[in-house]
């Protein structure tokens, strides 16, 4: 007789794969976890590109963050412990009932509450990483019209006749103040350009 633990995520990612990748887990996570704090904490002291650059690694959509959260889901998972039938298959020698056993459905609850959980943790992360990398950019504020412009947009006609203008950091900008419309047309423009070329680049 084998007996294994059975959960709802289990059944859907597959018994060996879930296996394998909570093995990672236990020990990945704890050390992600120790690095993802440290720059958060970091992130709440310092205004730095160095940490913004760290925090778009390993933050919000990147790859890195999105197998952190399925790892860290898996590892938070738990089941509840079942008989395992033999199998005729030849990649698995044993094989969950067919049954749905007691308790199966509170691992749903479970299961659907992580995942939930996990897109909020990308959504989130990934709004910080924004607000933070905007915190850390320089701009020319113009205090008289209480507007601001990126520092890299030499385009901007309305920054080059303006007069006082002060180079400042985003989250020394008062919140009321907003971005100059030209200079935000210009970075649509150019974010538009640089994923278009992504995919044509020769």
């Not at 002291?45 to 963050?65: E, P």
Request: aromatic share 14%; charged share 25%.
């Amino acid at each position: 007789m084998v007996i294994d633990s059975y959960s709802f995520l289990k059944k859907i990612i597959g018994r060996n794969a879930y296996n394998e990748i909570k093995e990672y887990a236990r020990k990945i996570i704890p050390i992600a976890t120790c690095i993802l704090v440290a720059l958060w904490v970091l992130s709440f002291i310092f205004h730095w590109g160095f940490i913004s650059s760290l925090l778009n690694i390993t933050t919000g959509t990147s790859l890195i963050f999105v197998a952190y959260i399925i790892g860290l889901i898996v590892l938070l998972d738990k089941g509840i412990d079942v008989v395992l039938e033999e199998s005729n298959e030849r990649y698995s020698r044993y094989t969950f009932p067919k049954e749905e056993p007691i308790g199966f459905k509170k691992t749903i609850v479970r299961g659907v509450t992580l995942v939930i959980f996990g897109f909020a943790a990308i959504i989130l992360s990934n709004n910080y990483r924004n607000h933070y990398a905007f915190e850390c950019e320089t701009f020319l504020v113009d205090h008289q019209h209480q507007i601001y412009h990126l520092d890299c947009n030499n385009r901007c006609e309305i920054a080059k006749e303006a007069d006082g203008l002060e180079k400042m950091k985003g989250y020394e900008i008062e919140e009321s103040y907003k971005i100059c419309y030209w200079c935000e047309e210009w970075a649509e423009d150019a974010e538009d350009e640089y994923n278009s070329n992504r995919y044509y680049r020769k």
